[in-house]
């Protein structure tokens, strides 16, 4: 088994931040609860996977959000080995753009205005781009990804 570091960075960074977000704190007041100064910039990077931590710093951002790193660790674990978040997908930019389902309506307009320009057919679209359309859509990435394998 190869493991995808990228993909435990990205899985760890969302859950993170699904976590201060569901506490409705600002990064500034949960750096504010670390034991050692780290700017809101860096946290930012955590959160979006772009920049790793070190397993002290994971810890002290676990204590501050009051989760057992065990427990967090292993959320991490079960998304990337579930593949809830692939690395890429390859999406039918034609069936998408015909798509009547309410929650995919920015993704049907992207896909149509795609297909539009004639790059129509199937795009493999990659962790990055499915972050994206699914905040468009205003869904969770697992939530767009579940819809979209539907097809």
Do not use: I, N
């Not at 007041?29 to 772009?50: D, F, I, K, M, N």
């Not at 790793?52 to 967090?72: G, I, K, N, Q, Y």
């Not at 809830?84 to 798509?99: C, F, N, Y």
């Amino acid at each position: 088994m190869v493991m995808d570091g990228v993909a435990y960075q990205r899985a760890l960074g969302r859950e993170l931040q699904q976590m201060r977000m569901r506490r409705r704190w600002t990064r500034a007041q949960l750096v504010r609860r670390l034991p050692v100064e780290l700017s809101a910039q860096a946290l930012a990077s955590y959160e979006t996977g772009t920049r790793s931590c070190t397993v002290v710093r994971f810890v002290e951002l676990c204590m501050a959000l009051e989760t057992s790193p065990h427990d967090l660790l292993e959320r991490v674990h079960d998304q990337v080995s579930r593949d809830d978040h692939p690395a890429s997908l390859k999406v039918d930019l034609t069936r998408l753009a015909l798509d009547d389902r309410q929650p995919l309506a920015p993704a049907r307009r992207w896909a149509a205005a795609e297909v539009g320009r004639q790059a129509g057919g199937s795009r493999d679209l990659d962790l990055s781009a499915l972050e994206s359309l699914a905040a468009l859509c205003g869904l969770p990435v697992v939530e767009l990804v579940r819809m979209l394998r539907q097809d």
